[in-house]
Every structure is written in C-alpha cells, then in structure tokens.
C-alpha cells in the first residue's frame, strides 16, 4: 500500500496500479479498492474502475463507504441521476446518514424530484444546525417559492461557518432573486476578503457583483 501510494504521488500509475493490486489481494479492505479505484481512473482506465467498484459492492453489499465515494466521483462527471441512485442506496441501509441525505436532497433538487425538500429537513432533523444542510435546505426553499423559510435558512448556514465562501455566494444569489442588491453586495465584499485573488469564489463573487442592479 505504501509503495502503491509512493507511486501514485509521483505520477507513475503504472507503477501504483499493480502495488495496489497487491495490496488488495493481501488486504481487501475499502481503504485499498479506493486507492486502486483511484490510480485506474488516473491512468484512463475507466472500465477496470468501474469493474473494481462493481465487484466490491458486489462483495460488500452493505457497504456504505464505497457508494458515497462513487456517488461523489459521479456527481463530479455530471452524472446526477447515478449518484441520485447511489445516495437513495446509502439511505437505504443507513436511514439515519445525514450527509448521503443532504448530498441526496442536492441532486435530488437538480434533477427536480418532489422529495428533495423533505430529504433535506430529514437531514437537519439529524444534525440540527448544520451549515451545510442548512444552506441545501435553503437553496431547495428558495427554488420552490418559499422565499423567507429560504432566506432564514440560508442566513443561519452562513451565521454558523461565517469563513465559508460557498455559504455566502448562495446567500448572495438568494438576495439578487429578491432583488436585494445592498444585502448582496455586502455577502460578496465578505467572499472577497476570504477568497484569493483569481480564485474560482473570487470570479463568482466578481461576477455576480456586476448583477446588481
């Protein structure tokens, strides 16, 4: 696993992708099917990835681990509906995992299904207060007309993880709905001041400066 992952570091996954095979014989543990997981996509070998989450789940059928690090690595391709599937399996076999159904009330808004927002305050039910949740919640509120619960709970998110940039750009974007432009403004000065220069916060917060009106 060590030299899987010395191999890995430096780039070299033809080197990495065998020592994490090794390590998975000796070893089939989560922790070594996600570093082979990893070093097959790095190496283009998106068919082997796949067989190799395939076959764990497959031995693993309760395995939570394994579909929430697929979930997130479809979400990042886009593939909202696949990850949607995987969250609802995650859900399944925990009810009570706040995070796969907060990530679950996220792209369950993207692909517009009528649960979203009940997915999201059985989330907030679990971790009362959270930020994250709190911010999906609002966003979802929003989304679906119920503009002051939105806002109310967009403000608490960025109340309670005030260093979150993500946080305050979506309360800016809520305020620009509503056409609150000082209350936007002042949400982006913040984003500004946290962010680097260049960075993608920053060129969010530059654009939707140039929105208000």
Same mark, same amino acid.
């Given at each position: 696993? =060590?030299?899987? *992952? =010395?191999?890995?570091? /430096?780039?070299?996954?033809? $080197? !990495?992708?065998?020592?994490f095979e090794a390590a998975f014989e000796r070893a089939r543990v989560l922790e070594v099917a996600?570093?082979?997981?990893?070093? &097959?996509?790095?190496?283009?070998?998106?068919?082997?990835?796949?067989?190799?989450g395939e076959d764990w789940l497959r031995e693993n059928a309760d395995d939570v681990g394994m579909?929430?690090?697929? !979930? $997130?690595?479809?979400?990042?391709?886009?593939?909202?509906?696949?990850? $949607?599937?995987?969250?609802?399996?995650?859900?399944?076999?925990?009810?009570?995992?706040?995070?796969?159904?907060?990530?679950?009330?996220?792209? /369950?808004?993207?692909?517009?299904?009528? *649960?979203?927002?009940?997915?999201?305050?059985?989330?907030?039910?679990?971790?009362?207060?959270?930020?994250? =949740?709190?911010?999906?919640?609002?966003?979802?509120?929003?989304?679906?007309?119920?503009? $002051?619960?939105?806002?109310?709970?967009?403000?608490?998110?960025?109340?309670?993880?005030?260093?979150?940039? /993500?946080?305050?750009?979506?309360?800016?974007? /809520?305020?620009? +709905?509503?056409?609150?432009?000082?209350?936007?403004?002042?949400?982006? @000065?913040?984003?500004? +001041?946290?962010?680097?220069?260049?960075?993608?916060?920053? &060129? @969010?917060?530059?654009?939707?400066?140039?929105? =208000?009106?």
């Open positions: 696993l =060590i030299e899987g *992952d =010395i191999h890995f570091s /430096a780039g070299s996954m033809t $080197e !990495a992708i065998p020592a996600l570093r082979l997981h990893r070093a &097959q996509l790095r190496a283009g070998r998106a068919a082997e990835a796949e067989r190799t579909r929430m690090y697929l !979930a $997130e690595f479809a979400l990042a391709q886009g593939r909202n509906e696949a990850a $949607e599937a995987l969250y609802r399996e995650v859900i399944d076999i925990q009810a009570d995992n706040a995070l796969a159904l907060n990530n679950l009330a996220w792209v /369950a808004g993207q692909l517009n299904r009528p *649960d979203a927002v009940d997915l999201a305050e059985r989330a907030l039910a679990l971790a009362p207060g959270n930020p994250a =949740i709190l911010d999906t919640l609002g966003m979802l509120l929003l989304e679906r007309g119920e503009q $002051e619960r939105g806002l109310a709970n967009l403000k608490q998110a960025v109340d309670g993880a005030p260093q979150l940039p /993500a946080l305050r750009l979506n309360l800016a974007r /809520a305020y620009l +709905k509503l056409e609150r432009g000082p209350d936007a403004r002042s949400q982006l @000065e913040e984003v500004l +001041k946290l962010v680097p220069e260049g960075s993608p916060a920053h &060129q @969010e917060a530059r654009t939707l400066m140039g929105q =208000i009106r």
